[in-house]
């Protein structure tokens, strides 16, 4: 299984699962079929409403045209780094430091489709992807970003807290509203690998920066429990506002 570490923005060492050459062929064929009901809609739209129509609205043909052309672009970045098809296969584009990446990111992966795919009939893309450590094509390469598996191996009901009653839940740190939906994640992501390697330290790690971040210190016995904690407080607290 072929998986890279992250160290992200907070410093904190992160295993993802890559993407795999079949997870990226099949999530294609997907946004391909996607592509194609598309084409065939379009099509039945300037067939129903007629010749006149588009002489008149010639404009139109380009706005059909044109999503055709920019699907890739435009779903990586109002779907955060997924398509269709790749978000049927359960893989997204990340950046090499574990941060959604930017728009210059996305905009670079989208030029060298042309090379990756078009112009070397997706031969280069198939290539770059099989032999290169991150399974990265030429794109992603240039544009410093890899896929991963969005589907964690550790079931999320075996790793977080059970659903708690707002009515008698009681929230052990207040200071958790000063911190992010991408900090929320960036723990559940910590649990689940340390769930998956029993690496601990990884855990202290995530604790001693949220502890610096909020600047509190851990009223639980192990550094896994008080992440628990942390995102069940941000759970509720985000909740009541």
Same mark, same amino acid.
């Given at each position: $299984?072929?998986?890279?570490? !992250?160290?992200?923005?907070?410093?904190?060492?992160?295993?993802? =699962?890559?993407?795999?050459?079949?997870?990226? $062929?099949?999530?294609? !064929?997907? @946004?391909?079929?996607?592509?194609?009901?598309?084409?065939?809609?379009?099509?039945? /739209?300037?067939?129903?409403?007629?010749?006149?129509?588009?002489?008149?609205? =010639?404009?139109?043909?380009?706005?059909?045209?044109?999503?055709?052309?920019?699907?890739?672009?435009?779903?990586?970045? /109002?779907?955060?780094?997924?398509?269709?098809?790749?978000?049927? $296969? #359960?893989?997204?584009?990340?950046?090499?430091?574990?941060?959604?990446?930017?728009?210059?990111?996305?905009?670079?992966?989208?030029?060298?489709?042309?090379?990756?795919?078009?112009?070397?009939?997706?031969?280069?893309?198939?290539?770059?992807?099989? %032999?290169?450590? +991150? +399974?990265?094509?030429?794109?992603?390469?240039?544009?410093?970003?890899?896929? %991963?598996?969005?589907?964690?191996?550790?079931?999320?009901?075996?790793?977080?807290? =059970?659903?708690?009653?707002?009515?008698?839940?009681?929230?052990?740190?207040?200071?958790?509203?000063?911190?992010?939906? #991408? @900090?929320? &994640?960036?723990? +559940?992501?910590?649990?689940?690998?340390?769930?998956?390697? #029993?690496?601990?330290?990884?855990?202290?790690?995530? &604790?001693?920066?949220? =502890?610096?971040?909020?600047?509190? $210190?851990?009223?639980?016995?192990?550094?896994?429990?008080?992440?628990?904690? !942390?995102?069940?407080?941000?759970?509720?607290?985000?909740?009541?506002?």
């Amino acid at each position: $299984m072929n998986t890279i570490n !992250i160290t992200t923005p907070q410093n904190i060492d992160v295993e993802y =699962e890559l993407g795999s050459l079949g997870d990226r $062929m099949l999530g294609t !064929i997907i @946004d391909w079929a996607v592509l194609i009901a598309y084409v065939i809609l379009a099509l039945f /739209l300037i067939g129903f409403t007629g010749r006149q129509f588009l002489n008149g609205y =010639e404009w139109l043909m380009v706005v059909l045209v044109l999503p055709l052309f920019f699907y890739d672009l435009l779903c990586e970045l /109002l779907l955060n780094g997924q398509s269709v098809g790749k978000k049927v $296969m #359960g893989i997204k584009v990340i950046s090499l430091n574990g941060s959604q990446p930017s728009f210059g990111q996305y905009f670079n992966r989208w030029v060298f489709r042309l090379i990756d795919f078009t112009i070397t009939s997706n031969l280069l893309a198939l290539v770059m992807v099989a %032999v290169t450590e +991150k +399974k990265q094509r030429l794109g992603d390469v240039i544009a410093g970003t890899v896929l %991963v598996k969005t589907r964690p191996r550790t079931q999320m009901q075996h790793t977080f807290y =059970e659903p708690v009653d707002p009515a008698t839940y009681r929230v052990t740190y207040p200071e958790v509203v000063n911190l992010n939906d #991408g @900090d929320i &994640q960036l723990i +559940k992501e910590v649990i689940l690998n340390v769930n998956r390697s #029993g690496n601990s330290m990884l855990a202290l790690q995530a &604790q001693q920066k949220i =502890e610096q971040t909020l600047q509190i $210190m851990s009223k639980q016995p192990e550094p896994r429990l008080f992440l628990q904690v !942390i995102l069940a407080d941000y759970n509720h607290v985000t909740s009541q506002l």
